[in-house]
T-cell receptor
Framework: EPEVTQTPSHQVTQMGQEVILRCVPI?????FYWYRQILGQKVEFLVS????????KSEIFDDQFSVERPDGSNFTLKIRSTKLEDSAMYFC????????????????FGAGSRLTVL | AQSVTQLGSHVSVSEGALVLLRCNYS??????LFWYVQYPNQGLQLLLK??????LVKGINGFEAEFKKSETSFHLTKPSAHMSDAAEYFC????????????FGTGTSLTVIP
């Protein structure tokens, strides 16, 4: 079963520091996503990425956030200057193209990266 | 705009009892609908999905859900709860033709009482 893998599983950082969360999506998927889940709250959409550019982003995804697919396999989320409220579980996900076979419409999630900002 | 509403943030059932987790969607056209499960300290796993085929969808671990357009609902059920079903359950909606963003509900935490 193909998997989405995320590293690190847990990162602790000081407020104001830069953080990079890494993801390796499923190899033949075309769409990539970042979601976050603050403890006890719902899963929130951050950004989607297709064809080497951002296709959609939410209000949460402000100038402190950026995404990149540097080498055709990794998909990274960077937070430039972390704030306390950035503490959350960050989930990477990938999917095939919309309109393809129904299986391709499914988001496959990684296990998440827990970010703790002190 | 699309959204899903999950009624009941916490549901408790006895082992062996019926599980019913509610989800209602808001969408201008019939959407794709999904149920994901999150076990403690794990990521989200797909339970089942509705993508305009059969309205009664069977998923993993004995769960199923029925798409009811007249009620704009996609409730998740399981005839007999097992202790291992204790988890957080999320309903999600996706418009088939507008972008690829999934919109998640606020989640329902299922507790199974022995």
């Amino acid at each position: 079963e193909p998997e989405v893998t995320q590293t690190p599983s847990h990162q602790v950082t000081q407020m104001g520091q830069e953080v990079i969360l890494r993801c390796v999506p499923i190899s033949n998927h075309l769409y990539f996503y970042w979601y976050r889940q603050i403890l006890g709250q719902k899963v929130e959409f951050l950004v989607s990425f297709y064809n080497n550019e951002i296709s959609e982003k939410s209000e949460i995804f402000d100038d402190q956030f950026s995404v990149e697919r540097p080498d055709g396999s990794n998909f990274t989320l960077k937070i430039r200057s972390t704030k306390l409220e950035d503490s959350a579980m960050y989930f990477c996900a990938s999917s095939g193209a919309a309109g393809a076979a129904s299986g391709a419409n499914v988001l496959t999630f990684g296990a998440g990266s827990r970010l703790t900002v002190l | 705009a699309q959204s899903v509403t999950q009624l009941g943030s916490h549901v408790s059932v006895s082992e062996g009892a019926l599980v019913l987790l509610r989800c209602n969607y808001s969408s201008s056209v019939p959407p794709y609908l999904f149920w994901y499960v999150q076990y403690p300290n794990q990521g989200l796993q797909l339970l089942l999905k509705y993508t305009s085929a059969a309205t009664l969808v069977k998923g993993i671990n004995g769960f199923e859900a029925e798409f009811k357009k007249s009620e704009t609902s996609f409730h998740l059920t399981k005839p007999s709860a097992h202790m291992s079903d204790a988890a957080e359950y999320f309903c999600a909606v996706r418009h088939p033709n507008t972008g690829n963003q999934f919109y998640f509900g606020t989640g329902t935490s299922l507790t199974v009482i022995p």
